[in-house]
């Protein structure tokens, strides 16, 4: 293996989430817009059919973020808003999630 050997897309997806996640963490004032631009997002939207509001909302929101990692972000995808959307704004995590333990909320 030489130095020109590309790294795969989804390693680079994988890194721009974790700084977006660090930059998220390190500054609450862009969790807090992040938070704020999430919740414009319609949560009902389907994902095939991705109305003109949701997707200027959706941009508007992935241009925020390239601010933030000063252009190093690819964007997020309809799908991957609703999924953040959901756990930040809705504070759930989707059932879909297999985390090894059982995410439904329980009375106490």
Same mark, same amino acid.
């Given at each position: 293996?030489?130095?020109? &050997? =590309? #790294? +795969?897309?989804? *390693?680079?997806? =994988?890194? %721009?989430?974790?700084?977006?996640? #660090?930059?998220?963490?390190? %500054? =609450?004032?862009?969790?807090?817009?992040?938070?704020? $631009?999430?919740?414009?997002?319609?949560?009902?939207?389907? !994902? =095939?059919? /991705?109305?003109?509001?949701?997707?200027? @909302?959706? /941009? #508007?929101?992935?241009?925020? !973020?390239?601010?933030?990692?000063?252009?190093?972000?690819?964007?997020? *995808?309809?799908?991957? $808003? $609703?999924?953040?959307?959901?756990? !930040?704004?809705?504070?759930?995590?989707?059932? *879909?999630?297999?985390?090894?333990?059982? &995410? @439904?909320?329980?009375? +106490?």
């Amino acid at each position: 293996m030489n130095a020109s &050997t =590309q #790294v +795969p897309a989804t *390693s680079d997806a =994988q890194r %721009q989430v974790r700084r977006l996640y #660090v930059s998220l963490l390190e %500054q =609450q004032s862009r969790f807090d817009e992040f938070k704020y $631009l999430l919740a414009r997002y319609p949560a009902e939207e389907e !994902i =095939q059919v /991705e109305s003109e509001r949701a997707r200027e @909302s959706r /941009e #508007v929101l992935n241009r925020r !973020i390239r601010e933030w990692l000063l252009g190093d972000f690819d964007g997020l *995808s309809a799908a991957q $808003l $609703l999924l953040w959307r959901s756990m !930040i704004v809705d504070e759930r995590v989707p059932s *879909s999630a297999r985390w090894g333990e059982d &995410t @439904s909320a329980k009375a +106490p």
